[in-house]
């Protein structure tokens, strides 16, 4: 079955450090692949996707590119802010008839100091 | 629109009892789903609805039951609550199984003592 791996956390950063968070994949077919972030006390929220090959997703600063070749799809951005401190989820959904189910990592805690 | 609305936020249970978690979403979308998240687990999927009158089975069903009578509305009956359900409940929900994008209620954070 479908299944993903993110780097374990907790990572702790110092506001303007680079942030890389690795996500790496397993599934049949072809999956699209997201970033959700949940911050503090609230819900889910899409931070970006990829849905083929090579595509790059962007938001607020992050991106993340769908590498086929190495089955990874790790988070990045240049500058990290305070309010960046969020936990990170990396998640596909199935291809063909199951493309609706999200398969998640276990999350990645981010803190980022002052 | 409010979006994905969970009721309650909080609430403890001693084990045997019984309870439902209500979802409500105001955006008319087909698919609605229920997860658990729990400390280094991540999120997994309880049960799933493609549209009204039609449900199944995620990874983690057990102890858990589900119905679709209508599109906005999406319950999760606990039928006798167990410590091992404690956890943090999300639903969420796509405008149809094509589209990808979920979006996430608040949650609902449940004791079972």
């Known amino acids: 079955g479908n299944s993903v791996t993110q780097m374990e956390g907790p990572v702790t950063l110092s506001e303007e450090a680079f942030l890389t968070i690795n996500c790496t994949y397993t599934?049949?077919?072809?999956?699209?692949l997201f970033w959700y972030v949940q911050y503090p006390g609230e819900g889910l929220q899409l931070l970006l996707k990829?849905?083929?090959?090579?595509d790059k997703g962007s938001n607020k600063g992050f991106e993340a590119t769908y590498r086929k070749e190495t089955t990874s799809f790790h988070l990045e951005k240049g500058s990290v802010q305070v309010s960046d401190s969020a936990v990170y989820f990396c998640?596909?959904?199935?291809?063909?008839?199951?493309?609706?189910?999200?398969?998640f990592g276990k999350g990645t805690l981010l803190t980022v100091n002052p | 629109n409010a979006g994905v609305t969970q009721t309650p936020k909080f609430q403890v249970l001693k084990t045997g009892q019984s309870m439902t978690l209500q979802c409500a979403q105001d955006?008319?979308?087909?698919?609605m789903s229920w997860y658990r998240q729990d400390p280094g687990m991540g999120l997994r999927l309880i049960h799933y609805?493609?549209?009204?009158?039609?449900?199944d089975q995620g990874e983690v069903p057990n102890g858990y039951n589900v119905s679709r009578s209508t599109t906005e509305d999406f319950p999760l009956r606990l039928l006798s609550a167990a410590p091992s359900q404690t956890s943090v409940y999300f639903c969420?929900?796509?405008?149809?199984?094509?589209?990808?994008?979920?979006?996430f209620g608040p949650g609902t954070r449940l004791l079972v003592l």
């Open positions: 969420a929900s796509s405008y149809s199984t094509a589209e990808e994008t979920q979006y």
């Open positions: 599934a049949t077919g072809y999956p699209s």
């Open positions: 998640a596909l959904t199935g291809s063909g008839g199951s493309n609706y189910k999200l398969t």
């Open positions: 955006m008319n979308h087909e698919y």
């Open positions: 990829a849905t083929k090959a090579d």
């Open positions: 609805s493609v549209g009204a009158g039609i449900t």
